[in-house]
T-cell receptor, first 115, second 110 residues
Framework: DSGVTQTPKHLITATGQRVTLRCSPRSGDLSVYWYQQSLDQGLQFLIQYYNGEERAKGNILERFSAQQFPDLHSELNLSSLELGDSALYFC??????????????FGPGTRLTVL | SQKIEQNSEALNIQEGKTATLTCNYTNYSPAYLQWYRQDPGRGPVFLLLIRENEKEKRKERLKVTFDTTLKQSLFHITASQPADSATYLCARGGSYIPTFGRGTSLIVHP
């Protein structure tokens, strides 16, 4: 158990809908990362927050947004969903100190299925 | 852009043998490289980190090397076991954009 929690575990929804994925980092970790993993794309970095502020942005679509709250939990919002958004979404957290890329602890993921 | 390349073909080996996985990076050397293990449908799990100025790092049956001349890291599992079967991801660190390779699947046959 990494100490990172993600909810829900599974999500099935229809095209055009909007969903929110939630992540709670390990106790004491200030950084939260979001990734998308699909079979043909590998682990794709979406966005990173550090202590409530956006730190880095990767290949995140405009339809997707995220935030990190004062209690350090984070939410990833996916809107106008398309079939291609079906994937595993992982959240990871890391300890304060090094710049982005330091050791990350991953949650169990949310499997999103868009029908 | 910085890329991490791993062999996409699965590596099949017999139990007891040493598995060697390769990670190549492009452009400048990262401050460090990390190796993660991922089982199907689960989140990656951190295994080892090796810094640019370190040649080799060991942890139990695992060994990682970092060759800045070849722009390559090798990941070794000695005395491999069927339980080592998983996908192994290489990631570059030291920049604000985490970059993971697509991973190499290791299958250890009993």
């Amino acid at each position: 158990d990494s100490g990172v929690t993600q909810t829900p575990k599974h999500l099935i929804t229809a095209t055009g809908q909007r969903v929110t994925l939630r992540c709670s980092p390990r106790s004491g970790d200030l950084s939260v990362y979001w990734y998308q993993q699909s079979l043909d794309q590998g682990l794709q970095f979406l966005i990173q927050y550090y202590n409530g502020e956006e730190r880095a942005k990767g290949n995140i679509l405009e339809r997707f947004s995220a935030q990190q709250f004062p209690d350090l939990h984070s939410e990833l919002n996916l809107s106008s969903l398309e079939l291609g958004d079906s994937a595993l979404y992982f959240c990871a957290s890391s300890a304060p100190g090094l710049a982005g890329g330091d050791t990350q602890y991953f949650g169990p993921g949310t499997r999103l299925t868009v029908l | 852009s910085q890329k991490i390349e791993q062999n996409s073909e699965a590596l099949n080996i017999q139990e007891g043998k040493t598995a060697t996985l390769t990670c190549n990076y492009t452009n400048y050397s990262p401050a460090y490289l990390q190796w993660y293990r991922q089982d199907p449908g689960r989140g990656p799990v951190f295994l080892l980190l090796i810094r640019e100025n370190e040649k080799e790092k060991r942890k139990e049956r695992l060994k990682v090397t970092f060759d800045t001349t070849l722009k390559q890291s090798l990941f070794h599992i000695t005395a491999s076991q069927p339980a080592d079967s998983a996908t192994y991801l290489c990631a570059r660190g030291g920049s604000y954009i985490p970059t993971f390779g697509r991973g190499t699947s290791l299958i250890v046959h009993p």
